[in-house]
């Protein structure tokens, strides 16, 4: 019998359909974002213009912007004060400009509330420095971030880097302070806008010296009261987040394999994103940690990238352009990985703040480094194939509160 040419077209488009499919595998980290960090140029604008940034940041099919919101400098008038004045008042022009400007660029803003200083009124030292910060004072300080930025900012991480001595202090107290720290952000945050997301975590990926961090798998087993094999150590609270946000630098070596140098068995660099991934699922299995009606969190990649100069290993630019694509793809076809984030973009002068941590893929002069190039032609390949999200161009959000 014949079969007409409709039909004929029909019957193969579906045969290709077929193959298609089964070649290509489930991924459920299809639209994974590609993200970026460089406060120096986008919040503070110390140098590169930050409008030539966001240009070449599309490029990268950039989709998302992590900004730090420190405490103390949110209020330049009071963070000396060692009471807590009547009235607090916050200077959040910068990080509205940010997000008024990311938007224009098909980008959204996630903030990091941290410390680094703290106000002097909300350390245990009373001055301005990062030990013990005070639970209650934070819930006050998320509550007023989350209703100035209600409707313009859908994210918010609590803290950056709590299992290290330069954002928490003390080491040995960093567990029970965090744990602490995060109930209080995070109820105060919701409080105001439900559905803004909140992230646990944004802890570093390893530790030199026990006085210096703490292990992430050691920090997150101490902030959710787990023993060494993730069961209830104690009667704690069950946590919720919308996702556990982390660093997985591997500085000294190809992100394939495991750092020689500091690779104990609670440390998380990018090659061992497992280790997390299992450590969450045990959490929740044990009802210690849950995402979103109690179901496994994902990972939101928050800092990444090879350093370009400075005190760390500095590689050759075509071997920093392999690792860090290399790097992107291991998140990109991990299930659990939400977001991928390339930290810093622009090489920084010698005299800037945070100088000698320059993980940049564009020169001072504004010329794109191999990574950057490696990492174009690697996002243009899998927006195609809709393993990223991409950037469709200006968003539209409400105008910010005066």
Same mark, same amino acid.
């Given at each position: 019998m014949r079969v007409p040419r409709l039909t004929r077209l029909v019957l193969v488009a579906a045969a290709v359909s077929a193959v298609v499919g089964a070649s290509t595998p489930a991924h459920?980290?299809?639209?994974? /974002?590609? $993200?970026? &960090?460089?406060?120096?140029?986008? *919040?503070?604008?110390w140098y590169y213009s930050s409008t030539r940034a966001f240009q070449q940041a599309q490029q990268l099919q950039v989709t998302r912007l992590r900004v730090n919101l420190l405490w103390a400098k949110a209020l330049p008038?009071? !963070?000396? +004060?060692?009471?807590?004045? !009547?009235?607090l008042s916050y200077d959040?022009?910068?990080?509205?400009?940010? %997000?008024?400007?990311?938007?224009?660029?098909?980008?959204?803003?996630?903030?990091? *509330? @941290?410390? &680094?200083p703290l106000p002097a009124? $909300?350390?245990?030292?009373?001055?301005?420095? /990062?030990?013990? #910060?005070?639970? !209650?004072?934070?819930?006050?300080?998320?509550?007023? %971030?989350?209703?100035?930025?209600?409707?313009? %900012?859908?994210?918010?991480?609590?803290?950056?880097? #709590?299992?290290?001595k330069a954002w928490l202090a003390p080491v040995r107290s960093q567990g029970r302070i965090y744990r602490k720290l995060y109930v209080?952000?995070?109820? $105060?945050?919701?409080? %105001?806008?439900?559905?803004?997301?909140?992230?646990?975590?944004?802890?570093?990926?390893?530790?030199?010296?026990?006085?210096i961090a703490t292990p992430p +798998?050691?920090? +997150?087993?101490?902030?959710?009261? @787990?023993?060494?094999?993730?069961? =209830?150590?104690?009667?704690?609270?069950?946590?919720?987040?919308?996702?556990y946000a982390h660093h997985?630098?591997?500085?000294?070596?190809?992100p394939k394999h495991p750092p020689r140098q500091f690779n104990h068995r609670d440390d998380v660099p990018i090659a061992h994103l497992g280790r997390l991934t299992r450590a969450l699922d045990k959490l929740r299995r044990a009802h210690l940690l849950y995402g979103p009606h109690r179901r496994r969190l994902d990972l939101y990649l928050h800092e990444y990238g090879y350093f370009n100069s400075g005190r760390g290993k500095v590689f050759p630019q075509a071997t920093r352009a392999k690792f860090l694509v290399g790097g992107f793809t291991i @998140?990109?076809?991990?299930? !659990?990985? =939400?977001?991928? *984030?390339?930290?810093?973009?622009? &090489?920084?002068?010698?005299?800037?703040?945070?100088?000698?941590?320059?993980?940049?893929?564009?020169?001072?002069?504004?010329?794109?480094? &191999?990574?950057?190039?490696?990492?174009?032609?690697? $996002?243009?390949?899998?927006?195609?194939?809709?393993?990223?999200?991409?950037?469709?161009?200006p968003l539209h959000l409400p105008p910010r509160k005066r």
């Open positions: 459920a980290a299809r639209g994974m /974002e590609v $993200a970026l &960090q460089d406060d120096a140029i986008f *919040l503070n604008h008038t009071q !963070r000396a +004060l060692k009471k807590r004045p !009547r009235h959040f022009r910068p990080w509205d400009a940010v %997000v008024d400007q990311a938007a224009r660029y098909g980008i959204r803003v996630s903030l990091s *509330l @941290a410390g &680094q009124f $909300a350390s245990g030292h009373h001055r301005q420095d /990062e030990y013990k #910060p005070n639970a !209650r004072r934070f819930a006050e300080f998320a509550r007023d %971030v989350a209703r100035h930025f209600r409707g313009r %900012v859908d994210r918010y991480s609590i803290w950056n880097e #709590p299992n290290h209080a952000g995070y109820r $105060a945050i919701k409080r %105001v806008n439900r559905h803004a997301k909140v992230f646990i975590g944004e802890t570093a990926p390893f530790s030199k010296s026990s006085k +798998l050691k920090f +997150l087993r101490q902030v959710t009261c @787990a023993n060494r094999h993730y069961h =209830r150590r104690r009667h704690c609270r069950a946590l919720v987040a919308d996702g997985p630098y591997e500085f000294t070596r190809s @998140a990109q076809r991990n299930r !659990r990985v =939400r977001t991928m *984030l390339q930290y810093g973009f622009a &090489q920084p002068p010698p005299s800037t703040p945070g100088a000698f941590f320059d993980l940049s893929i564009v020169s001072r002069g504004g010329s794109f480094l &191999q990574p950057f190039v490696a990492l174009r032609a690697w $996002a243009s390949t899998n927006v195609k194939r809709h393993k990223i999200k991409r950037n469709r161009g």
